[in-house]
């Protein structure tokens, strides 16, 4: 899954772990703020979908280093 980045074992700082920090549970997954943000510009036309797997991630680390967290 790594080799075709079909995982991204980051926290909601953007900071990569090894894939046993990732939880077992759904529910105790932390919602990423520059994820949801990247969705919600996504939806709201910012930028179409694409077939790249997972692009929001790159989109959120885009949004991370260009908006203060303070801003959201």
């Given amino acids: 899954m790594n080799k ?3 995982v ?3 926290d909601e700082h953007g900071v990569r772990h090894s894939y046993s920090a990732i939880p077992h ?3 105790k997954l932390v919602d990423v703020t520059y994820r949801s943000l ?3 510009v996504r939806n709201a ?3 179409d ?3 790249t797997a997972f692009a929001e991630f790159a989109w959120a680390d ?3 280093r260009s908006i203060p967290i303070e801003d959201l």
Avoid: C, I, N, V
Wanted: no cysteine; charged share 15%.
């Fill in 38 to 40: 990247a969705g919600y």
């Fill in 4 to 6: 075709h980045l079909l």
């Fill in 25 to 27: 549970q759904m529910e």
């Fill in 49 to 51: 979908k694409t077939p």
């Fill in 8 to 10: 991204h074992p980051l």
């Fill in 62 to 64: 885009f949004f991370r």
């Fill in 45 to 47: 036309g910012g930028y």
